[in-house]
């Protein structure tokens, strides 16, 4: 095993049994490669920044997605530790970091590249704000929840408006997501798409929509509540006010994923979702 493979570890502050065992892992990892610190998700892009060749993730999904955001363009493989409840990202516990550890440090096969979204919202009054998600982007009516109304484009063409609770756009890794619990399609992590998928829509005939991976997406706010926002993987929002365009597309960096070489690759589905069962 090469032994100069740099590692960085970083927990989620919250997760009390994540922080009890990180000095048992660390010493475990000691005897088989460099550890280059630890530190909670909000030293990710300090870390990254010293080079490291994996990254371990204590805590949940959740966990995973700050700190993926948080890395922007630093294309660094992680190492997904579940503290937290279904772990589709975070594939490992951690007795399978040690069992598989020489997998984990040295094989590429089992490092996977997902897609991430890149959303702008363009201010009616002028303006502009950025923000990445890894699972989705989720337009919310918010209070006092009303419906709103949305006018979505696809590549400059005009699709559709409608009237509704809101919109997810999802990666294929967040179609699992709130994507799936509005009744959107899930789609292989691998295949190149995002998937849009209407909240509540008041007609029967506005169903969800996969497209092209590199479409670009635009979303006009027609009319909207004092409380709706844009939700970046559920963690950052962003107010959404009525004449402003949201537009999405995949980012130019993808992220890098450790796959657990102990799980067949449908295990996630069958097993954590009970699909098909």
Known sequence: MNARCRIAILHN????????????????????????????????????????????????????????????????????????????????????????????????????????IEAAITRGEGGEVRSLAVNDCV???GPPYRMIELSIG???????????????VATPSGSTAHNMSVGGPIVQSEVGALILTPISPHSLTHRPLVVNGNAVIEVLARQANTGTTVVMDGQVPLPLKPGDRLTMRRFTQSFQLVHNPAQPRWYTLTKKIKWGQ
């Open 139 to 141: 337009v919310h009516a």
């Open 13 to 116: 502050p919250d997760k009390l049994d994540a922080i009890e065992t990180m000095s048992s892992l660390v010493e475990q990892l000691r005897q088989r490669a460099e550890v280059i610190g630890t530190g909670v998700l909000a030293d990710a892009p300090t870390f990254a920044s010293a080079g490291p060749d994996r990254i371990i993730v204590l805590g949940g999904d959740g966990s995973i997605l700050s700190v993926v955001r948080a890395l922007n363009t630093r294309q660094v493989p992680i190492i997904g530790v579940n503290f937290g409840k279904l772990g589709f990202l975070a594939e490992f516990t951690m007795a399978e970091v040690i069992c598989h550890l020489e997998a984990i440090l040295t094989n590429p096969a089992i490092v996977s590249s997902r897609m991430m």
């Open 154 to 168: 696809v590549n400059g063409d005009h699709l559709t408006n409608f009237s509704g609770d809101g919109l997810v």
